[in-house]
């Protein structure tokens, strides 16, 4: 199977804001056909699925990006980012546009809503694929004595829980510390909107949210310990990248979805759908194909 090189048209992408629980939710929306809903991580935005929604629109599915809460144009509720409370907040998003099964990509901090999403409500999500991330709770906490290549993605995790540090020492260097981040764990930074999130998280109450969901890591602990005990019934799509997290997603899976395949990018780092969408949409599109429609 080969896979075109996608360009994005905001013309043929709908936003629509949905009202969820009192707040605001931003979704961007490409297609028709078998809904797949697309969840970013940190700390980027829905647009970093464009070129995946392009793509997914074109083999006849309707692609639906969208800024969990706290990130990007949707609301920044002062708590709620727990990936229990997220996921129920996207699930609802999902029932109010009509969908009552779909299937679930995320990525990164995504891929933790994804897979909470996929346990909480198994008769919604048909499919579930992830990719960049491992799961807290589910995957072994690393050491804090690592290499220094290690640490480079590792090192932001115990940072961004300190309570209001970050805030005070990043006050006015918004830009300056996101694209670090970019500098960091991106191997094709050229391809990747860098300054779109960048202003994004340069907005106010805009870090204070991004922070809040790892700030949150002890509850999604304690509610992957939970749901850890059961297995997910759908198939399950695991991708890491070969200058990122290599087989960790599969990795992290493995003890939790018996249905499982997985892949490693070549040539790509942590931002894999802005990297190298071509070889990311060579994976998903036949995983999200089979047995479709539904």
Not at 200 to 211: D, E, K, L, Q, V
Not at 256 to 282: I, K
């Amino acid at each position: 199977m080969t896979t075109p090189t996608h360009h994005a048209s905001a013309a043929d992408m709908d936003h629509t804001y949905l009202q969820v629980d009192g707040q605001r939710l931003h979704l961007v929306s490409a297609g028709a056909g078998n809904p797949v809903l697309l969840i970013p991580g940190w700390p980027q935005t829905w647009y970093a699925w464009r070129h995946v929604m392009t793509a997914l629109a074109e083999a006849g599915f309707q692609a639906i990006a969208v800024d969990p809460p706290g990130t990007g144009l949707s609301d920044r509720p002062a708590d709620g980012y727990d990936t229990g409370s997220v996921a129920r907040i996207l699930h609802q998003c999902m029932q109010q546009l009509g969908h009552a099964r779909y299937d679930v990509v995320g990525h990164d901090i995504g891929m933790w809503v994804a897979y909470a999403l996929a346990s909480d409500y198994p008769a919604a999500v048909a499919k579930l694929a992830v990719t960049e991330a491992v799961i807290p709770g589910l995957a072994a906490a690393p050491p804090i004595f690592v290499a220094p290549a290690d640490n480079r993605f590792l090192w932001h995790f115990m940072f961004n829980q300190v309570l209001d540090l970050p805030e005070f020492l990043i006050a006015g260097k918004e830009r300056e510390y996101i694209r670090f981040m970019f500098d960091k764990w991106s191997y094709r930074r050229e391809r990747v909107a860098v300054e779109v999130y960048a202003d994004a998280y340069a907005s106010p109450g805009a870090m204070r949210a991004g922070f809040a969901y790892y700030r949150a890591i002890p509850e999604t602990i304690r509610q992957n310990t939970l749901r850890a005990t059961k297995k997910l019934a759908m198939p399950v799509l695991a991708i890491g990248a070969e200058h990122a997290t290599k087989n960790a997603p599969q990795d992290t899976m493995r003890d939790h979805a018996p249905d499982l395949r997985g892949a490693v990018l070549a040539d790509c780092g942590h931002f894999v759908m802005e990297e190298n969408p071509e070889q990311f949409l060579l994976h998903l599109l036949p995983f999200l194909a089979q047995g479709a429609p539904r």
